[in-house]
Nanobody, 122 residues
């Protein structure tokens, strides 16, 4: 099983940017689809973005399309989430996860990180 550790969260003003990183260790990382999810207090977990093992296939949740970009560097065993034009409603704990292939379907993800807090002030 792959171990995942997120970093890069923090406090940012609305309209600002953050880049999250997810470092993987353990078994082979490059064959996994990778995804980002988020969960705000009192709300259900929400799909944010996912990327195929090659990095050429990506999918995004409707609320982040055009603002967020997912990418990966298999040589560094790291997946990234570049977040631009942040809004207060983007405030949540962000989790990265690994699955056999990219998907928006959370139960398909086998390994999950501990999460990193992103807070967007208005």
């Amino acid at each position: 099983q792959v171990q995942l550790v997120e970093s890069g969260g923090g406090l940012v003003q609305a309209g600002g940017s953050l880049r999250l990183s997810c470092a993987a260790s353990g078994r082979t990382f490059s064959s996994d689809g990778m995804g980002w999810f988020r969960q705000a207090p009192g709300k259900e977990r929400e799909f944010v973005a996912a990327i195929s093992w090659s990095g050429f296939g990506t999918i995004y949740g409707d609320s982040v399309k055009g603002r967020f970009t997912i990418s990966r560097d298999n040589a560094k065993n790291t997946v990234y989430l570049q977040m631009n034009s942040l809004k207060p409603e983007d405030t949540a704990v962000y989790y990265c996860a690994a699955a056999p292939q990219k998907t928006y379907y959370a139960p398909a993800y086998i390994s999950w990180g501990q999460g990193t807090q992103v807070t967007v002030s208005s």
